[in-house]
Structures are given as C-alpha cells and as structure tokens.
C-alpha cells in the first residue's frame, strides 16, 4: 500500500472503499454522547419527529466516512490531514442496519500557497448506503505533502525495491510514476 | 427555555454555549473507533508529524460541537436537524485538556423553496477553546419549521402564557415577536 504524495493525485482520479454496518445501538450510543436528540436515541419519539425513525446523526455518518477513508487503500503521505470540508450534506437519513462506504473522486489538486512544502488535493467523498443511495456527500481539502526533492525523479515502486532489496542505485531516466 | 420557529430567527443574533473540557483518553477512544491515526491516538508517534503532538480527530471537535449546540439555550422547534453545512474548517488543533465552547450568529434566515412549511436558517459556529483561539468555524444550515398558522398572529410568550393560563383568549393586534 504504497503513500503517495501531491505528484500522485490528479483530477479525475476514483476510489471506492470498505463497508460499514452501522447497528442500532451504535446509533443510539453515539448520539447519547455527542447529539441527544429523540430522534437519534428514542426509536418511539423518533416516530413524530421530522425523521419520522431512528436516524443516525449526520456527524456520526461523518465519523464513521472518516474511519472508511482511513482504512481505504489511498494513503496520502503524513496522513489523511483534512484543512477543511465545503458542501457538507446529508441527502437521506442514515438507519439502523445500513452498510456504508465510499465513493470518491479528485476533483483538484496544487501546490498551497501558504505551505509551499505541500499541496491542496480536493476530493468529493460520497458516502453510498447498501442501495447505493447517498447519506453523504462533501468535498475534503486535504493538505499532503509535495514528493521530497531527493524522490523527485524516482518512481515509487522503484524506491520500495530499492528499501526491500538493498540497492541504492536510481536507474538512468527514472521518473515519478 | 422556549422553543423557536423560523419567524424568530434573525440576522445578527448571536448564542453562547456551555463548555466541553475533552480529555486525552476521550481523543484516543473517539479517534480508536472513528479516526485512528498516528497523530489522534499515539501521543509519542504524534510528536513526529504534522501536529507536533496529540491533537483530537476533527471529527471529533465537530461532534463536540454538535453537543454544545444540543445543550444550549436556543431551541429550534423540531430539534437541530441540518441541511448541510459550509466551509468547515479547523484553523487550530484540540489538545488534550482543551474546554471548548460556542459562539454562534444568525447570518441568514428564509423561508425554504423545496419545504413551504419550513425555513433555513443560517448560523456561523466558532468553536473556540480556553484562550479564545478558534478550533472549529463552519455554517450550519438549519431547517427550522415556520410558526404554525393558529400561532401567527400570537407573540410566543403569550401562547406560553394561554398554555400555562389555561386563558384561550388572543388578545386583538398580538403579532409574532
């Protein structure tokens, strides 16, 4: 599972994920800690409420996007290091027994302004329930590193090789995959 | 603690909080289950990244957020349910021991095209710590339902009043506060 650095990202890049079944009494347990409200935590008062269920609060389709991204196979080098969220939407409630996961595209990447030493890869996270409905969708300005000058002109795999086999020689022309 | 319909909600009001102190092993449980990354579970492996040390999942500060806003004073009648939100950012890491509080302000309030009953009514969140740094700023967009049509033409107190009272009698020219 390779990292990959700003070099690695370019629009029109997709990606899918893991699933996540989402109990009830995850549901419940959540909300009584961060968002008590009937609607999240009494399946009776949920009945008359605009939800009219039990619904998962959307900061726990949140979290449980983040833990999705985090076990998904892109690994940004330094992190999945979010420097900010536009467009955060909640198109359909989240219910007890839905599986989640993710389907993602980059829409833009560059190089900061204020952090020259990093760059600015904008993704659309989608987060689809088992019938491929949305329950979330956001835009993530994630802040990753530029690929290290002495990398520079030397494709990944090629530097993994190199760390698993013990050679230091970079071939002639090598370039950033 | 009354309960509050689109009609009001106003530009320029502005909301305090309780306070949230987050403690280390609250970070590392949410981050164990939601986000576990180096630098929100492993204080020793945060101090080489880019936090400089532990620092709690975004995510987490959100649903902190989330909790405060719960807890506080102003009711939306219906509960706080979200259409979305934007430009939500974390111009500065929680660190264990941090208390967190709100400052929030009404900066929009309308009626909603896709729901005549109901309105969106804006609302900036700074999530600010113990020094009044901003950790968290974001605009909800909360879905508020408008004044009911018996209740229209009748201030709130007052119907709290009748309720109370027991008095059904609407006093002639009462108009929503």
């Known amino acids: 599972m390779p990292v990959r650095y700003l070099e690695d990202f370019a629009i029109g890049q997709t990606y899918g994920s893991g699933a996540l079944r989402v109990s009830k009494e995850q549901i419940r347990r959540f909300a009584a800690e961060f968002d008590p409200q009937?609607?999240?935590?009494?399946?009776?008062a949920a009945r008359d409420t605009f939800f009219t269920g039990l619904a998962?609060?959307?900061?726990?389709?949140?979290?449980?996007?983040?833990?999705?991204?985090?076990d998904s196979e892109w690994k940004p080098a330094g992190g999945l290091i979010g420097a900010g969220v536009e467009e955060l939407r909640w198109p359909k409630p989240v219910r007890p027994g839905d599986e989640l996961r993710l389907q993602s595209e980059?829409?833009?990447?560059?190089?900061?302004?204020?952090?020259?030493?990093?760059?600015?890869?904008?993704?659309?996270?989608?987060?689809?329930?088992?019938?491929?409905e949305p329950v979330q969708t956001f835009i993530a300005n994630?802040?990753?590193?530029?690929?290290?000058?002495?990398?520079?002109?030397?494709?990944?795999?090629y530097l993994r090789h190199v760390k698993e086999q013990g050679c230091s020689q970079v071939p002639v022309g090598a370039v950033s995959p």
């Open 38 to 44: 009937p609607f999240h935590v009494d399946e009776a």
């Open 56 to 70: 998962a609060s959307g900061w726990h389709t949140a979290a449980l996007t983040m833990r999705l991204l985090v």
């Open 106 to 132: 980059v829409i833009d990447a560059r190089v900061s302004k204020s952090r020259p030493g990093h760059g600015v890869v904008k993704v659309r996270i989608t987060t689809v329930n088992q019938n491929d």
């Open 142 to 157: 994630l802040i990753v590193p530029r690929r290290p000058a002495s990398h520079q002109r030397v494709g990944h795999a």
